[in-house]
């Protein structure tokens, strides 16, 4: 009997209740979508889960500063500072290039590996969880190499009992007419999206692969709220309104048949 599968939560639960509880234990898990659809949102959500699971986390940053995380995971209650003074947090900063213990000066795959595996050293033995954001920004400017590098990426971390949260900027279908991309590699696709609505931004998630799991195969709105950050909202349906003609055009399509019935 194959045993069951470890999950980890995502922190948030709309999300672990569309994917049978959480992201299976080791995984690699991209995490894709356009500009401010929720992705570091989301990333932030899942490190300070593995922080009250007592999870060692590591969270690499590129297009924003340490200080930018932090302050947007304070906006939703959770103390980014105070995890990393008890040891359960390691923030890598891969854009100020400063010169400290915690920074890439390079977005270079190798130093990456490299810091990842220097970091689960320095918070110790246990389970991982890890959260590159993003991962895309490492082959910015050679998208050839994509395929290779989160090939080679999950090839050496699959050994030290990660689970990683890999956030891709570009959209699949973009992706694609780069070279392959990380989604092809990865054991799970969650998808953000975003849309207007009536003049309203709107924002969505939908699983698009997910191994080993009977996961929600439905689009579902989400929303961020000050104080709480992510949460999903429920299942888009296909709604009438959206299919029904105005008022007027209907008033005129009876009126036409009606007319035609009393000449017959
Ligand atoms: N405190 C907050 N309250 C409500 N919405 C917020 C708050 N902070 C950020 N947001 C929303 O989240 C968006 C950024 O989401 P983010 O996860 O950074 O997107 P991306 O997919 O680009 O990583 C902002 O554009 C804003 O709409
Ligand atoms: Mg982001």
Redesign the pocket.
């Known amino acids: 009997m194959p045993s069951e599968v470890s999950r980890l939560r995502t922190g948030v639960k709309g999300i672990d209740d569309l994917i049978e509880g959480g992201i299976p234990e080791g995984f690699l898990v991209a995490v894709t979508?356009?500009?401010?659809?929720?992705?570091?949102?989301?990333s932030i959500h899942f490190i300070n889960q593995g922080i009250l699971d007592g999870d060692k986390c590591i969270y690499i940053t590129t297009e924003e500063s340490r200080e930018s995380i932090m302050r947007?995971a304070s906006?939703?209650g959770m103390d980014f500072e105070k995890a990393m003074e008890d040891g359960k947090l390691i923030i890598v900063d891969a854009l100020m290039g400063r010169e400290d213990k915690w920074s890439l000066k390079s977005l270079d795959m190798e130093a990456l590996v490299e810091k990842i595996i220097e970091a689960k050293k320095e918070l110790g033995y246990g389970r991982a969880r890890i959260a590159i954001?993003s991962l895309s920004a490492f082959w910015l400017d050679r998208p050839a190499m994509a395929r290779r590098y989160s090939y080679y990426l999950k090839k050496v971390l699959s050994k030290w009992n990660f689970t990683i949260l890999a956030?891709s900027q570009y959209a699949i279908t973009t992706a694609e007419s780069f070279g392959w991309g990380i989604e092809h590699i990865a054991d799970g696709i969650i998808r953000?999206r975003r849309a207007l609505r009536g003049g309203e931004l709107k924002r969505f998630v939908i699983i698009e692969k997910m191994r080993q799991t009977n996961h929600s195969r439905y689009l579902h709105e989400i929303d961020?709220?000050?104080g709480v950050g992510l949460m999903v909202l429920g299942r888009v349906e296909r709604r009438v309104e959206n299919y029904k003609l105005p008022p007027d055009v209907m008033r005129r399509i009876i009126e036409a048949k009606r007319r035609a019935e009393e000449i017959l």
Do not use: H, L, S
Request: glycine share 16%; with cysteine; net charge neutral.
């Open positions: 979508g356009e500009p401010g659809c929720g992705k570091t949102i989301f947007q906006q939703f954001d956030v953000f961020i709220r000050p």
